[in-house]
């Protein structure tokens, strides 16, 4: 029997779509289609300003682990805003030391499908794995319906997750911690996405020729 791949991006974006409230209907399913299709795109502005976010946290993270001093990553960072730099900073002291882009991945059956769960961690430091967002759009518990905790959790079986969020002028951590009902709501989630493709014959499709566990 066919193996199915099942990552946090396939899962966020399902739900995304279905939940979708500001977006057109069009657009909406664009996205979507384009997740299930697997297909490059482009970043946009808001996505590219989170990879750039990152990619200097983890610049910044490997100047910490040679003990560089503050005059010279700031003169580095000579062209970014001192809110941003502090975010920098506060973000590259918690994850120092950590790995950096770890995979994890595990098996789990539902029925008599099997599926494995994939994902790439941005951080793994002693018992937490750590995931930087960067949004412009921030409020309180803006994860918490996110499957990448969930995934991350049960792969790795580690206690704890945080995610790292900033706006570019302030940071916050929402914490999600390992627990006996993990499986169950990632089986749930999974299962809505699968009845939903039951009416949907080109997601369907989609799913089934290029989500294929190698």
């Known amino acids: 029997m066919t193996k199915y791949l099942i990552t946090p991006t396939l899962i966020n974006s399902f739900e995304y ?40 946290i983890f610049e910044l993270d490997k100047m910490l682990k040679a003990d560089w001093n503050d005059i010279a990553i700031n003169f580095v ?22 790995l950096w882009q770890q995979t994890c991945k595990k098996d789990l059956q539902i029925g008599n499908q099997e599926f494995l769960l994939y994902g790439r961690m941005d951080v793994v430091k002693r018992d937490t794995v750590y995931d930087i967002k960067y949004t412009s759009n921030y409020e309180l518990g803006k994860f918490l319906g996110s499957a990448q905790h969930l995934i991350y959790l049960y792969c790795t079986g580690l206690p704890k997750f945080k995610y790292l969020i900033s706006n570019g002028k302030d940071f916050w951590i929402e914490d ?15 299962n809505n996405f699968l009845s939903y493709l039951e009416n949907d014959n080109e997601a369907k499709n989609l799913f089934e020729t290029k989500w294929q566990a190698k």
């Open 17 to 56: 779509y279905i939940n979708d409230k500001f977006k057109s209907p069009a657009d909406s399913r664009a996205d979507f289609l384009k997740t299930l299709s697997k297909e490059k795109f482009e970043p946009t502005e808001a996505m590219q300003k989170g990879i750039d976010f990152e990619n200097k």
């Open 77 to 98: 960072f000579s062209q970014e805003t001192e809110e941003y730099k502090d975010c920098l900073k506060n973000i590259a002291t918690i994850v120092k030391d950590g």
């Open 176 to 190: 999600y911690f390992n627990n006996v009902d993990i499986e169950n709501t990632i089986k749930n989630k999974i």
